[in-house]
């Protein structure tokens, strides 16, 4: 079982940036994939980007060019950078990991921070 812990949600302008921290209780190059979903009020949760142990990323169109995802494997940590954050990115941000097991695949969440972008 892969425990995450999400950090650095916050208040921040439209146009500002803002980095999200997600640590894990162990090594990530364990896992197949890192990624970060968020959800925001009424709506699904929806992938914004993730990115492999080969390195292999991939972004939501909306957040292309703005967002960059990124790993640190000796501090287990996965970042997600975010600039020119818009309104429509208000939402809680989740660290999820993923793990092939066989023919299945575990999905690890950790418990989401919030993110606000004001206009």
């Known amino acids: 079982q892969v425990q995450l812990v999400e950090s650095g949600g916050g208040l921040v302008q439209a146009g500002g940036s803002l980095r999200l921290s997600c640590a894990a209780s162990?090594?990530?190059?364990?896992?197949?994939?890192m990624g970060w979903y968020r959800q925001a009020p009424g709506k699904q949760r929806e992938l914004v980007a993730t990115m492999t142990t080969t390195g292999n990323t991939n972004y939501v169109d909306s957040v292309k060019g703005r967002f960059t995802i990124s790993r640190d494997d000796a501090k287990n940590e996965v970042y997600l950078q975010m600039n020119s954050l818009k309104p429509e990115d208000t939402a809680v941000y989740y660290c999820?990991?993923?793990?092939?097991?066989?023919?299945?695949?575990?999905?690890?969440w950790g418990q989401g921070t919030q993110v606000t972008v004001t206009v």
């Open positions: 999820n990991a993923q793990r092939r097991i066989l023919w299945t695949v575990a999905n690890y």
């Open positions: 162990e090594s990530i190059t364990s896992v197949n994939a």
